[in-house]
């Protein structure tokens, strides 16, 4: 069972930087992907950036260069670098997984948009509050 812990959000003020950490553990396949989302309430999920088993990295939204995903793979450990954060990036930042049996599909899997509906396991999530 794939289970993921997401820590590192906090309190930062405006143009300040958090990066956020999503410890995994439990894969048994060969193929996955990594995803990370944010949330604010009333809202859908918003896919943000993507790596796969391989490290390709995807950005679901070129334009947004300040988030930057990286992964330490002997700590199995997958990083989101959130760079000169603004006040509309606060939210709830997960990070989810999906497993695949091929490695097309992993890449379908990450190009965006990044779809939630294709990550089937979930951290808790953390709460990044940017302040004006």
């Known amino acids: 069972q794939v289970q993921l812990v997401e820590s590192g959000g906090g309190l930062v003020q405006s143009g300040g930087s958090l990066r956020l950490s999503c410890v995994t553990s439990?894969?048994?396949?060969?193929?996955?992907?990594i995803g990370w989302f944010r949330q604010v309430p009333g809202k859908d999920r918003e896919g943000l950036s993507c790596i796969t088993s391989d490290d390709n990295t995807y950005a679901d939204d070129p334009s947004r260069s300040r988030f930057i995903i990286s992964r330490n793979k002997a700590e199995k450990t997958v990083y989101l670098q959130l760079n000169n954060l603004e006040p509309e990036d606060t939210a709830v930042y997960y990070c989810?997984?999906?497993?695949?049996?091929?490695?097309?599909?992993?890449?379908?899997?990450?190009?965006?948009?990044?779809?939630?509906?294709?990550?089937?396991?979930w951290g808790q999530g953390t709460q990044v509050t940017v302040s004006s």
């Open positions: 439990g894969f048994t396949s060969d193929y996955y992907a």
């Open positions: 989810a997984a999906g497993v695949a049996r091929r490695k097309t599909t992993v890449l379908a899997m990450c190009a965006p948009p990044l779809g939630a509906a294709d990550f089937t396991s």
